[in-house]
């Protein structure tokens, strides 16, 4: 008889005490989820919802590098070249019901990241009632690195952040620390890593009153040294006109934002800018719905699969973005992918 090695649960759920507790457990691939984990998320949190026995939800990564780096765009990306973009409609689909029922939900949702948090990990967090980061959290909204755009509710919560923060983070895919996010409220809570065992304890054993007894001070933020420029120069009415007042700026940091941005895929820049413009007056099903029909369109771009070879998959960061540059940028083509 041939040996079958059962393969781990890619999420790992129980209750303990009161808490209803969701680990996302691929380590291998920063936790990253696929159809079949937001499947298991979705039943575990519809049926907690029901049970008194669970007071709150905690849900966290497994591995200590990451809580989710994202959705696997590998395999869309595989779905695309073989000529099945619809396989990608069900993930989607179902990855933006599950932010909605985490934005909905009827108790307490606690998010621990304690690492890499990107994308689709942003999704599974930002839209729940607790956000709690340690030292070692990392946040980004990467998506025009690869030629899509942020989405999981970004174009809700990205422009209600404080200033230009969320375009910021937006277009240049910038990475930020647990200071960062709880100054641009994306986290509601600083905890160090050493301290979340004795957090979930007491999660487990006395509902969310624990989190609100705990009071670290948060690490200091980089994003509120920059916050002046980040709105000068990202209060603009177009991409174009944010690269010309980076570049009238010329100081170091400005210098430093063109070239991020000049590597990040200009069909994706002008759809993520007119994103954010248009969710900044939506309700977040409306931007969640909004956002669904723009991947149908943003994955069939060539951009998508180039983005995805060269950050993801070959991993060269060398992707060859046709047009080239955001001067060449059609409007009209960019305002045809929201219809
Ligand atoms: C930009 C992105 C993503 C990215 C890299 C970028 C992204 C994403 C992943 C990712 C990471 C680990 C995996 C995986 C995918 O990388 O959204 O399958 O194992 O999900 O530069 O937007």
């Known amino acids: 008889m041939s040996e079958t090695k059962l393969a781990e649960p890619t999420v790992l759920a129980e209750v303990t005490g009161c808490a209803g507790r969701l680990v996302l457990n691929r380590p291998k691939a920063l936790n990253a989820l ?19 026995a669970v007071r709150l939800v905690i849900i966290e990564g497994s591995g200590g590098r990451a809580f989710c780096a994202g ?8 779905n695309v070249l073989r000529g099945d973009a619809a396989a990608s409609e069900a993930f989607f689909a179902s990855e933006y019901r599950l932010n909605r029922i985490i934005a909905e939900y009827p108790k307490p949702y606690v998010a621990l990241i304690d690492g890499i948090s990107m994308g689709g990990g942003m999704g599974l967090s930002i ?17 025009t690195a690869i030629a899509l755009f942020p989405d999981v509710g970004a174009s809700y919560f990205l422009p209600r952040l404080p200033g230009k923060l969320g375009l ?18 994306l986290a ?18 006395s509902g969310i009153t624990a989190l609100d007894l705990l009071a670290y001070s948060p690490p200091a933020s980089l994003l509120a040294r920059d916050r002046a420029a980040i ?9 174009p006109e944010i690269l010309a007042k980076l570049e009238d700026r010329g100081d170091a940091w400005a210098v430093e934002q063109l070239e991020t941005l000049s590597r990040r895929s200009p069909t994706s820049l002008c759809v993520t800018f007119e994103l954010l413009r248009r969710g900044a007056t939506m309700t977040l099903s409306e931007c969640l719905a909004m956002e669904l029909k723009l991947t149908r369109k943003m994955i069939l771009h060539p ?7 060269a950050q993801v998959v070959e991993k060269t960061r060398d992707p060859k973005w046709r047009p080239a540059t955001v001067a060449e940028v059609d409007r009209a083509a960019i305002l045809a992918m929201f219809e």
């Open 34 to 52: 696929d159809l079949d984990m937001i499947r298991v998320l979705t039943e575990k949190l519809e049926a907690w919802a029901q049970d008194d």
């Open 71 to 78: 959705g696997d765009v590998r395999v869309i990306r595989d």
């Open 188 to 205: 509601t809570h600083y905890v160090p890593r050493a301290a979340l065992e004795t957090l979930k304890a007491g999660l487990a054993r």
């Open 303 to 309: 951009d998508f699969a180039e983005g995805v070879r």
């Open 127 to 143: 839209h729940g009632s607790h956000r709690v980061v340690t030292e070692h959290a990392v946040m980004a909204m990467p998506e």
């Open 168 to 185: 910021y983070l937006a277009l240049t895919g910038a990475r930020i620390s647990a200071g960062d996010a709880i100054y641009a409220g």
């Open 231 to 239: 709105d000068d120069c990202f209060t603009s009415d177009s991409v």
